[in-house]
């Protein structure tokens, strides 16, 4: 158990209901600043990085600004990446509603999240058994990673159904993605970030030439700094 609970990581979680302020946006028309390329793949959900309390999904994210997830529910290929799969707006950038052409799939179902709060995500308990004992654990030791996944969901109590997670181990109901992310092919592409003309951050991490924003090896949102 001292080694599940070591490699736990914090996560935020948001959900629906509620009456504080607007957290994430899920589906609809994402909000684009004028002049951003068509994104390659159907709009997921926006997150208001200035409600997201500070550290708490332990991931190296601006304090404000809104963070643009694109995602399709299409298999593209293990391994595959989108290259504009995130999209970061600094905040004071004009944007406007912006309906994506992809006739093959409708926008996700809109929803406002504004219940959120953070606890630490466990990781999956098969990705868990391969971590721990090597890439063919025995079957024994497949078992006891389920039985630590029970004891953690036991004494973690009551917590409303989410609808976005931010930061933690991954949710898949089949294969972890970030083992498929850990080989050399798994060097992610430049993300996108737009600014504001005339404006540069004066909070948060420091902003290379071009303010090309990263994603790494593990999946998580990083940006370079210096």
Known sequence: MEEWIRVARPAVYVAEGGDGPLVARVGGDPMLPHGTPQPSDPFVASVDLAAIPSGA???????????????STDVQGIGGQVSDAVLYVLAGTPTTTSPLAHSWRVPYRPRELRTAWHQPSAQMPESFALDRWGESPEDEQF???DELADAWADVGGYRPSWALQIGGHPVSPQNDPVHYARGPEGAAPPRRVVRP?????????SWPPGGAATMSRSWTPAWPTG
């Open 197 to 205: 003309t005339g404006r540069t951050p004066t909070t948060g991490p």
């Open 57 to 71: 999904t332990g991931l190296s994210l601006p304090s404000d600004g809104h963070l643009l997830l694109f995602s």
């Open 143 to 145: 078992e006891l990673a």
